[in-house]
């Protein structure tokens, strides 16, 4: 079962903070190739959220480097 989400957040690990209830991670297979780290779903404010950091959890990826087009579709399918 796929998971699904009311909102899409990309951005850095100052968001991990604000996620409650049941946190998970997830890889999304996209045709365009992996993301740019693993999609961690949980809740805002009653909301069901999925949030990628775009960078990568540990800042590894430079913004010339970041596959963009494989972001984008994980969010979408989510």
């Known amino acids: ?24 991670e997830t890889w999304v297979e996209t045709p ?3 993301t740019s780290d693993k999609v961690t779903l949980g809740e805002v ?6 949030f990628l950091p775009r960078h990568g959890k540990n800042h590894a990826i430079p913004p010339h480097k970041i596959n963009y087009r494989a972001n984008v579709w994980a969010m979408k399918s989510l």
């Not at 968001?15 to 209830?21: N, P, V, W």
């Open 32 to 34: 365009y190739g992996a």
């Open 1 to 24: 079962d796929t998971p699904r989400a009311d909102i899409g957040i990309f951005g850095g690990t100052g968001f991990y903070s604000l996620l409650s209830g049941d946190i998970t």
């Open 45 to 50: 404010a009653g909301k069901k959220v999925a």
